[in-house]
Every structure is written in C-alpha cells, then in structure tokens.
C-alpha cells in the first residue's frame, strides 16, 4: 500500500503561481509512475501531468504545457506540481496519484490505484 498526502494549494490571482507538494508513503518502492489530476464541479478528472518513477519522463496535458512543470524528489519520496500563469479555468480539486503497475499510458485515472485526498486550488480573475 502507498499513502499519498497533497499540500500547498489555496486561493491565487490570475497569473499567479502555485507549487503543489505530495508526499508518498508506505510501500514507495513500487511505485512506477505518479501523476496529477485536476477535477471541477461538473467535470471528469483529467490528468495534468505525470511522471515516470525513477526515469523521469514527463508528460502534460495540452492545457498545460509551458506553464506547469512536473518534478520527482526520489529521496524524499515526493513529487510537486509548479503551476505558473495561472488561469481561472484551472480552478480545481487537484489529486495526487501513483501507480505499482507498469504501461505506456498515463492519462487514464483507471491506470492509477493509490490517490490522496485532494486539494484545493481557486484562481481569481
């Protein structure tokens, strides 16, 4: 089992920036991938962004690319998401998720089993 706990979301300005923090607990060394997805009221959760454990490789939403940036701290067993320039359309309950199985695919929420709780982020106009 991994546990998952997202921090750093809150209310922003557009154009603003926001980092957000997950740490990952438990059973991390089987983890192979780690993503984000942002969900609005009404609204399927999408992935943002992901990452392949331990290699590195990213990958971004076309809503997102060139103003978030996906990271890894493998020794510390967290991943953050550097949101910058900020929009009033990624106002969203934004969740932290990991995966123990492999692919090629990181967009589906289906691929992924361990989630957190979810975050909070509000972008004013």
């Known amino acids: 089992q991994v546990q998952l706990e997202e921090s750093g979301g809150g209310l922003v300005q557009a154009g603003g920036s926001l980092r957000l923090s997950c740490a990952a607990s438990?059973?991390?060394?089987?983890?192979?991938?780690m993503a984000w997805f942002r969900q609005a009221p009404g609204q399927e959760r999408e992935c943002v962004a992901a990452?392949?454990?331990?290699?590195?490789?990213?990958y971004y939403a076309d809503s997102v690319k060139g103003r978030f940036t996906i990271s890894e701290d493998n020794a510390r067993n967290r991943t953050y998401l550097q949101m910058n320039t900020l929009k009033p359309e990624d106002t969203a309950v934004y969740y932290c998720?990991?995966?123990?199985?492999?692919?090629?695919?990181?967009?589906?929420?289906?691929?992924?089993?361990?989630w957190g709780q979810g975050i909070q982020v509000t972008v004013s106009s």
């Open positions: 998720a990991a995966r123990d199985v492999w692919g090629t695919e990181y967009y589906s929420p289906l691929l992924y089993n361990y």
């Open positions: 438990g059973h991390t060394s089987s983890v192979t991938a």
């Open positions: 990452v392949r454990w331990n290699v590195g490789t990213t």
